[in-house]
Structures are given as C-alpha cells and as structure tokens.
C-alpha cells in the first residue's frame, strides 16, 4: 500500500467522525450537555450522545448499533459531535488514489469522500427524523487571493471605512492617533470576515450567546412521550370503570329482590 493511499485513509477517517446537529432541548442522564472539558492534568472529558445507528461491531455490515458522539461544543441547541470510535474507512478521493503524481485538485468541496458522507453515509446512518436535525453547513469557496466571498466583502468593508477617516483625522490629530481609530473603527470587519468557531461566523455565535445566556430559559426539562405511562393510567381507568359498572350492578340486584 502506498504512502498516499495511507495518508488519504488516515484523512478520510478524520473526516468521517464529525457531524453538526442540533437537538432542541437536550438532556443527558438527567444533566444538560456540555462542551469538552479539560482539566489541571489535561485529560480532556466528553458527554456524550446517541444519535443514528450503522454496522460497528459487525463485520457483516447487516447489524446496526447506535452511534455514540462525544460532544466537543454547544452553541445554544446546537452541538458540534465527533463519532466516539472510527464508524468506516473510505477514500478521500479516488482520482488522486490512482494518479501517480499528486497533480489534481483536492479540495473538499469536489472530493468523493465528501460525496460519500452526504449521500449514502447521511441516508444509512439516520432515519428522516435524524436527518432533519442534522445541521447543512456551506462549502466555502476561494474566489480570489485565497480569500472567500465574505472576507472580500469584509475586507473591502473596512479599507471603505477606515481609510477616509485616516486621511480625515491625520492633519487635526497625527498620524499615530489617525491610525489608531482607524484600526479601531476596521477591526469590527475583520472580525466579521475571519472569526468561526465551528463553521459559525461572529453574528451567529454573538447570537447563540445571546439567547443562551439571556433570552433561552436557564432550566430546559427534558420532555419524551412515555407510552408506557399512558397505557398504565388507561388501565387503572378501565379498572375504575369496571368497579362502578359491577357496583351499578349489584345495586340493580338488590332492588330487584327487594321488589
């Protein structure tokens, strides 16, 4: 087996183990989820869920077992997953496997792995309900310089603002106070076209905080329909009805022989 064929193997595991879903409200052995956690020694602590099912154990691939993720961040009722064991092992792109020479382009937006994860990993390993909580995230684009569409805009943004106002201020202040508020006044854009935290921009993470901290309740019970309960309550109501049908009727009886 080839070096690159390992390393593309290697990378298409990585790849493979992480997914974006949100959940609503979410509970965890009676505890809300929370991120990763490290502690003094630097061992790291997950939570962890259950979400879809695909063949782990079994070799057949014909036995799905629940996929457990750990949880490495929550962002409202947002969480950013990564699988707790390796779930498959795929090629990240076979064109560039069976070139000789690593000439062809392999950015993720065009490679079959993603194709992979997308189609038959997304259709196998969640029902319609678990697909509908799976996050879509877009695929960012170089347009020019390396740089996206957003960080042009942003970038453009900021020369727009910053640059007259130093031209503005230099003469009355100096250069040096000039520079500063036009740093201060261009920082806010690139902050906007280079902060992500887990495929969020700023806006959306000031916003998940927002409604984290602020708006969303601080206590989220964790609600499920316990089919169980229902047929118990349903049982003792038959009995109930069963108990005044035979005492309506016994009454009848002793009226009649009365009579």
């Known amino acids: 087996m080839s070096k690159r064929k390992i390393i593309y193997m290697i990378i298409t595991m990585l790849l493979s183990v992480g997914c974006f879903t949100s959940y609503g409200d979410v509970k965890a052995s009676g505890e809300s989820v929370s991120e990763s956690r490290t502690d003094e020694n630097n061992e790291i602590t997950f939570d962890c869920v259950w979400f879809g099912r695909y063949p782990q154990a079994d070799k057949t691939g014909r036995i799905y077992d629940p996929i457990k993720w750990r949880v ?5 009722d947002d969480m950013f997953l990564m699988a707790d064991n390796t779930l498959d092992c795929k090629v990240m792109n076979q064109q560039a496997e069976d070139k000789e020479e690593y000439e062809l382009d392999l950015r993720w937006e065009n490679c079959d792995m993603r194709t992979w994860l997308n189609s038959d990993f997304y259709k196998k390993a969640f ?15 170089k347009v020019a310089f390396n740089l996206t569409k957003r960080q042009i805009v942003c970038f453009a ?23 500063m508020a036009m740093i201060a006044v261009m920082l806010p854009c690139f902050l ?17 905080i927002i409604q984290t901290k602020f708006i969303a309740p601080k206590e989220r019970p964790y609600r499920t329909d316990n089919f169980y309960s229902v047929l118990e309550r349903q049982r003792k109501l038959e ?8 005492g309506n009727t016994k009454k009848q009886r002793g009226g009649k022989r009365k009579a």
């Not at 490495?72 to 409202?76: D, F, H, I, K, T």
């Not at 029902?127 to 684009?141: D, F, G, L, P, S």
């Not at 109930?240 to 035979?246: D, G, N, P, Q, R």
């Open 72 to 76: 490495l961040s929550v962002a409202g």
């Open 127 to 141: 029902n319609k309900t678990e697909q509908n909580a799976v996050i879509e995230t877009k695929v960012k684009t």
């Open 157 to 179: 943004a900021a020369l727009i603002i910053g640059l007259p106002l130093f031209f503005l201020l230099k003469d009355s202040t100096g250069t040096s106070l000039a520079s």
């Open 192 to 208: 906007f076209a280079m902060y992500e935290k887990h495929g969020q921009p700023l806006e959306v993470v000031v916003k998940n």
């Open 239 to 246: 009995k109930e009805v069963s108990a005044i049908a035979k």
